[in-house]
């Protein structure tokens, strides 16, 4: 599992057949070109299916902390203010209250936006892994080459290690980004609205208390 919320993915560690059954790791895949020879087509399964593990206890990770964190916020932001309320309170500090609410809601949205962008990074690669794994499938030992999951440089660092991904694999998560995400956008929507009607709520009890 990865190390931090919003740390790097880390590949699994995969090992090609050879004598001295070297490691390939997210430095070492390039290395190992001369080794094209001893590539099968399960090793290139191998890896897939490793990658899409990988990259689904990630998603399933992803998922758990965005909705967490929606939990948490959508309960604390409302029970953040101070329930003084009532004309005898200083505008003053209704207006602290208020701002501090809209931080809360600021560093919650902001939470949720990452947690929501790698799930959606991860669904993408798992897609991926599936989608290749299928094409492979039909193909012959022959017609797999190592040099065909040579890494190239990433263009989200932020996500990622620079030299992670092979370029098919890349590739075709890139492609997939999108397809099908309807019913993830309208998840998404319900959880931003849950935020939002908790700040709602939240300033309903700062500039409109109840009597009671």
């Not at 794994?133 to 190239?152: N, R, Y």
Request: glycine share 6%.
């Amino acid at each position: 599992m990865p190390a931090s919320t919003f740390g790097c993915l880390h590949p699994p560690v995969y090992a090609f057949p050879g004598r001295d059954a070297r490691f390939i790791t997210k430095l070492g895949l390039a290395k190992f070109v001369e080794d094209a020879a001893q590539m099968k087509k399960e090793d290139a399964l191998r890896y897939l299916s490793e990658t899409r593990s990988l990259y689904g206890s990630y998603h399933n990770h992803k998922e758990t902390s965005a909705w967490a964190g929606i939990v948490l916020f959508g309960a604390l932001i409302p029970q953040s203010v101070s329930y003084l309320g009532g004309p005898t309170v200083a505008c003053g500090l209704k207006s602290i209250e208020t701002i501090s609410v809209l931080l809360l809601f600021t560093l919650a949205v902001l939470y949720v936006q990452q947690q929501f962008k790698l799930r959606r990074t991860a669904a993408n690669l798992v897609a991926a892994c599936f989608a290749l794994s299928a094409e492979i499938l039909i193909m012959k030992d022959e017609e797999v080459s190592v040099t065909d999951f040579t890494l190239e440089p990433s263009v989200d660092k932020n996500t990622q290690p620079p030299d992670f991904l092979p370029k098919p694999l890349r590739d075709r998560a890139n492609k997939l980004d999108g397809f099908g995400s309807g019913p993830r956008k309208r998840l998404e929507f319900v959880g931003y609205f849950v935020l939002i009607a908790s700040v709602v709520l939240a300033l309903v009890r700062i500039w409109w208390p109840s009597d009671a």
